[in-house]
């Protein structure tokens, strides 16, 4: 019987048990990959601020960005930049057997090619079933998290639902050759509802990637063509991996001896698809609340449900507006995101933004609000009787 299990050695699923192991709980982590770090799409961009919550290791940090190239559907684009280092691209699977190592140390341990078909609360404690090495067993503990990703199967099986919105993403490493910044493409043809993204991670290689509705593989594929034929990258094989990206998070993310995180709970960012940063923002409010209630023995619901009014206060609304932004820029058409640019430009809209102290990294709400308020740009979508427009129209007007 251990303290806590945790269903997935990813990033969250690991510093979760580093955090309770930390703190002196027995902890067990139940990952159906080999080893950590096994199989990932992820770009790893990440700011200062979620940095500063990650081990330091060597070559972890691959690259950083203080500027960036963002692309109209035409090839036009606005170039951002700031003076210091706005963004770190670390290498993501180095990182899952860092967090791994050190919750290891820390005297979690760790049962690897182990999945987990489901849990259940019994009585006393968890029962977490899972086949391991292809043979079927258990796992029991006073409280279990469940960090499986997007994997739906074990939310569902503990009566917590699922994701029901996802992005679906690519990303594939290149030869770099001609481009010396971060760069961000738009428009139906390159990301249909979404972006893409070229990286770069070392002097030789960058970060090929994409987020988009529906099947990402002809348009990764496309991508790589076009940026090889436009001289950025070299031909080359290509390891392209895919993942997905939950839009929304699930109603509840506790139930007796339970809690969900991470990309599970459905804690990433709708507007970029980055999710660590507020993964691990949640994991953090999940082991302070199980810490709490593990003291006095009151692992119910009722008590549990504490994290969930913890992370809401944190994130609810952020995550609302950023997916309320994120619907908004999928309604538009190439036409339109050419005219927004368009006017972005003309009026310096960008500039402005970038000069005012709501933007970061991690928090979009306030600069997207920000950025609704503009009258050049509130004008201009008027005008463009754009359909996207109606879904913010009540909102802006009210504030
Ligand atoms: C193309 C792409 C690019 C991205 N780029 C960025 C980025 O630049 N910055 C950023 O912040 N975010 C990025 N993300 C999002 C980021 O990868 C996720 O938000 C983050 O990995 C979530 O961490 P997690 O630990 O919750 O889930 P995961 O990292 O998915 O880990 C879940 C773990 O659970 C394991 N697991 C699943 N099911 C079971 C089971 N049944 N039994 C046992 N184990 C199981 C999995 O094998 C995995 O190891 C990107 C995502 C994609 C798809």
């Given at each position: 019987?251990?303290?806590v299990i945790?269903?997935?050695a990813g990033?969250?699923g690991?510093y979760?048990?580093h955090?309770?192991?930390?703190?002196?709980?027995?902890?067990?982590?139940?990952?159906k990959?080999?080893r950590?770090?096994?199989?990932t799409?992820?770009?790893?961009?990440?700011?200062?601020?979620?940095?500063?919550?990650l081990?330091a290791g060597p070559?972890i940090?691959q690259?950083?960005?203080?500027s960036?190239?963002i692309?109209?559907?035409?090839?036009?684009?606005i170039?951002?930049?700031r003076d210091?280092?706005?963004?770190?691209?670390?290498?993501r699977a180095a990182?899952d057997?860092?967090?791994?190592?050190?919750?290891?140390?820390?005297g979690?341990e760790f049962?690897?090619s182990?999945t987990?078909?489901?849990?259940?609360?019994d009585?006393?404690?968890?029962?977490v079933?899972?086949?391991?090495?292809?043979e079927p067993?258990?796992?029991?503990?006073?409280a279990a998290v469940i960090?499986?990703?997007?994997?739906?199967?074990i939310?569902r099986?503990?009566g917590?639902?699922?994701?029901?919105?996802y992005?679906?993403g690519a990303q594939?490493?290149a030869?770099?050759?001609?481009?010396?910044?971060?760069?961000v493409?738009?428009?139906?043809?390159?990301?249909?509802?979404?972006?893409?993204?070229?990286?770069?991670s070392?002097?030789?290689?960058?970060?090929?990637g994409l987020?988009?509705r529906?099947?990402?593989?002809?348009?990764i594929?496309?991508?790589l063509?076009?940026?090889?034929?436009q001289?950025?990258?070299?031909?080359?094989?290509?390891?392209?991996?895919?993942?997905?990206?939950p839009?929304?998070p699930?109603?509840?993310t506790?139930?007796?001896?339970?809690?969900?995180?991470?990309?599970?709970?459905?804690?990433a960012?709708?507007t970029?698809?980055?999710?660590?940063?507020?993964?691990?923002?949640c994991?953090?409010?999940?082991?302070q609340t199980?810490?709490?209630?593990?003291?006095i023995?009151?692992?119910?619901?009722r008590r549990l449900?504490?994290?969930?009014r913890?992370?809401?206060?944190?994130l609810?609304?952020e995550l609302?507006?950023?997916y309320?932004?994120?619907r908004?820029?999928?309604?538009?058409?190439?036409k339109?995101?050419?005219?927004?640019?368009k006017?972005?430009?003309?009026?310096?809209?960008?500039e402005?933004?970038?000069?005012?102290?709501?933007?970061?990294?991690?928090w979009?709400?306030l600069?997207?609000l920000?950025?609704?308020?503009?009258?050049?740009l509130?004008r201009s979508?008027?005008?463009?009787k754009?359909?996207?427009?109606?879904?913010?129209?009540g909102?802006?007007r009210?504030?």
């Open positions: 019987m251990y303290d945790v269903i997935g990033i969250v690991s979760t048990a955090e309770l192991a930390r703190l002196g709980y027995s902890v067990c982590v139940l990952e990959q080999p950590p770090g096994h199989k799409s992820c770009t790893g961009i990440v700011s200062r601020a979620c940095l500063e919550m081990p070559g940090i690259w950083e960005a203080h960036a190239k692309f109209s559907p035409a090839g036009k684009y170039r951002v930049e210091s280092t706005q963004a770190y691209i670390l290498d990182l057997r860092l967090m791994a190592k050190q919750a290891k140390a820390k979690a049962h690897f182990t987990v078909s489901g849990a259940r609360t009585g006393n404690c968890v029962q079933q899972a086949t391991r090495h292809g067993g258990g796992f029991t503990a006073r960090a499986s990703g997007s994997a739906a199967g939310t099986s503990a917590l639902g699922q994701v029901h919105e992005a679906q594939a490493q030869e770099r050759k001609n481009v010396a910044e971060v760069e493409y738009s428009g139906a043809g390159t990301a249909p509802g979404f972006f893409a993204w070229l990286v770069p070392s002097q030789a290689h960058v970060k090929v987020l988009c529906g099947n990402p593989k002809p348009y594929t496309a991508l063509e076009r940026l090889t034929q001289g950025k990258i070299n031909q080359a094989a290509y390891d392209i991996s895919y993942g997905t990206i839009l929304k699930i109603s509840r506790y139930t007796d001896r339970l809690l969900v995180v991470g990309d599970a709970a459905g804690q960012k709708p970029t698809g980055g999710g660590i940063y507020f993964g691990l923002l994991a953090r409010l999940a082991v199980l810490d709490e209630s593990l003291k023995n009151d692992l119910s619901k449900a504490l994290y969930q913890r992370w809401h206060k944190v609810k609304n609302a507006i950023d309320w932004a994120h908004f820029y999928q309604e538009l058409d190439d339109q995101i050419e005219h927004i640019f006017i972005i430009e003309r009026h310096g809209i960008h402005s933004l970038l000069a005012s102290p709501d933007i970061t990294f991690d979009h709400s600069v997207i920000d950025a609704i308020k503009h009258r050049s509130q979508l008027e005008k463009l754009a359909a996207p427009f109606r879904l913010f129209d909102r802006t009210s504030n």
